[in-house]
């Protein structure tokens, strides 16, 4: 039945019942028909959880970074996440469709084209689900920024002025990501896209809003060269400077020997310098002032650092072009591209760069190509950095598997581009999940069952995702920083479990199926100087989960 129909069926009262309550609901924002997902439909009857799929781990170091790639519907997989890192995400960073009406999505089994009178609605109900699921994974100085281009701009920015809050909006930020123009437009020849900026909160959040993290140290000539700069027209800047070959000392006053005078003298004439003599010492104090000797020639030079520059909202640098920086750059990683409209990796990396921390978590639940991941390996690289990746993505035309998994694994490992030239791995690590719906039941054999097949979960939750022993009825796993995840089915398997452990570990983090949610002091009495923390399993992850 389509909404036209449902309306025809409705009595006049019923129609006023809906009339007023839309008047009552909204004074501003946004009214469309919401429709019901039918992937909805199965996650009222079941709970998404993270499987790890192991034949696809890519693992380069074990003192790497951890990164995941999740393959499944975004909805599944931000429900699922919400046990795992609800409040702990720094940025989520998205490419959405852009329902440009080119059929280059589906809305339950359907490709929306611009011939879909509902097209808005169902992509506004789309987004919103998603957008209001992700709040909840963002961290008090958590960022969100959304690319997009005109077809939903206005309706997204009044969607996240809702969800997220209009006092958190930061910003919006146009891109030129193609200088060509479309020739193909009947109007403007489109050049650029956006991206819109929301803090979780915006009185918590910082970031790194300049063109530049640290101040560019660089060098200039001391001399002032202007012509208006004469000893007649600045007698204050004009003295000589002092430099002793032997000690190599620089000064203003006379030396007794061995000693060079230098003037601003320029070949058109005689000049100043920048500085009066006061702020000069000052400098010279600092040591920002040295001598260039270049053959017989000596040049007073200062050193500067170029203060920060504000980062505008128009980017319009050749580094945002996504030709060379999206698509051709992803054909040398891959061989070939089959992949549409890729992002320039710099208009990522730079906003990255910007609303995150070295130790940052960033989510991208649209990855697509993958640019997300590749621009926080980049980034980690240039500045030291141990920023986490999660990208998430559906396996439509093969997309995960032929585009987005490739070129992580590619770019970690290392690659040959096209003119076959090797090209350095990255590194870090790759653990790569699906998301398996687990149909519930109200019974302590389920619950038992959930315990174990949550063991994917939690590992990723306490970031220890190297089995360290196995036994029956329970599992070890650490991570490089001694930190170890007891994973126990059985209590009366906790002493023979902390048997296993090294004497050298710095934190345990238990997790014993238990229904009553016990706290096992007395099993654990012995750890009790020890950093360790205790959870009971399925409960509270399953209600996370549904929650």
């Known amino acids: 039945m389509n909404n036209q129909e449902k309306y025809e069926e409705l009595t006049k009262e019923e129609l006023l019942n809906i009339i007023n309550s839309i ?119 958590g960022f969100i920024a959304i690319a997009i281009d005109h077809n939903e701009l206005f309706y997204l920015g009044v969607l996240c002025d809702e969800i997220f809050g209009e006092r958190n909006r930061i910003g919006t930020v146009t891109i030129q990501h193609h200088p060509r123009g479309r020739t193909q437009s009947k109007f403007f020849s489109t050049t650029n896209e956006f991206t819109l900026v929301y803090a979780k909160n915006i009185d918590n959040v910082e970031g790194n809003f300049y063109l530049n993290n640290t101040p560019e ?82 040049r007073v030079k200062r050193k500067i650092k170029r203060q920060k520059s504000k980062l505008t909202t128009n980017w319009i640098d050749s580094i ?63 500045d030291n950095g141990k920023r986490k990746f999660i990208l998430v993505t559906n396996n439509e035309n093969e997309i995960c598997r032929k585009i987005t998994y490739p070129r992580i694994k590619n770019v970690m490992k290392g690659y040959k581009n096209k003119k076959n030239k090797f090209i350095e791995g990255l590194g870090g690590n790759l653990y790569f999940y699906d998301v398996d719906l687990v149909k519930s039941e109200n019974s302590d054999s389920f619950n038992f069952k959930l315990s174990k097949i949550l063991v994917s979960n939690i590992c990723m939750k306490e970031d220890t995702l190297k089995l360290f022993h196995k036994e029956k009825d329970f599992l070890i796993y650490s991570n490089s920083d001694k930190k170890f995840t007891l994973i126990i089915f059985n209590e009366e398997s906790i002493q023979l479990s902390i048997q296993h452990l090294p004497n050298d570990y710095d934190t345990l983090m238990f997790y014993i199926y238990s229904l009553e949610g016990e706290t096992f002091e007395v099993e654990l009495s012995n750890l009790k100087e020890k950093n360790i923390e205790v959870n009971s399993i399925p409960f509270p992850a399953y209600f996370n989960i549904k929650n």
Do not use: C
């Open 320 to 382: 945002y072009d996504a030709n060379p920086h999206g698509n051709i750059l992803l054909k040398n990683i891959l061989g070939n591209n089959d992949f549409a409209f890729p992002k320039s990796i710099y208009a990522v990396k730079d906003f990255v760069q910007i609303l995150t921390n070295k130790d940052s978590i960033v989510l991208d639940f649209f990855a697509g190509s993958g640019t997300t991941g590749h621009s926080v390996m980049e980034l980690n690289k240039n």
């Open 23 to 141: 008047q009552d609901d909204k004074k501003l924002g946004l009214i469309w028909e919401d429709e019901d997902e039918e992937i909805e439909i199965e996650y009222k009857k079941h709970i998404p959880i993270l499987r790890n799929n192991e034949n696809l781990n890519v693992l380069t170091d074990d003192k790497e970074v951890n990164h995941s790639l999740i393959e499944s519907d975004n909805l599944f997989a931000l429900q699922s996440l919400q046990t795992i890192y609800r409040n702990k995400i720094d940025l989520i960073y998205i490419d959405p469709p852009y329902n440009t009406g080119a059929s280059d999505w589906m809305y339950n089994n359907d490709y929306i084209d611009k011939n879909n009178d509902f097209r808005h609605s169902k992509w506004l109900s789309m987004m919103s689900r998603r957008l209001k699921l992700a709040k909840q994974l963002l961290s008090e100085i």
């Open 217 to 298: 140290e660089t060098t200039e000539d001391f001399i002032r060269a202007r012509e208006d700069a004469t000893p007649k027209t600045r007698p204050n800047l004009y003295y000589p400077i002092y430099f002793e070959l032997e000690k190599n000392k620089i000064s203003l006053e006379k030396p007794a020997k061995n000693f060079i005078e230098i003037l601003p003298l320029t070949k058109n004439g005689m000049r100043t310098w920048k500085l009066v003599k006061d702020a000069f010492l000052e400098e010279l104090e600092k040591e920002n002032i040295y001598i260039e000797i270049k053959g017989e020639e000596y």
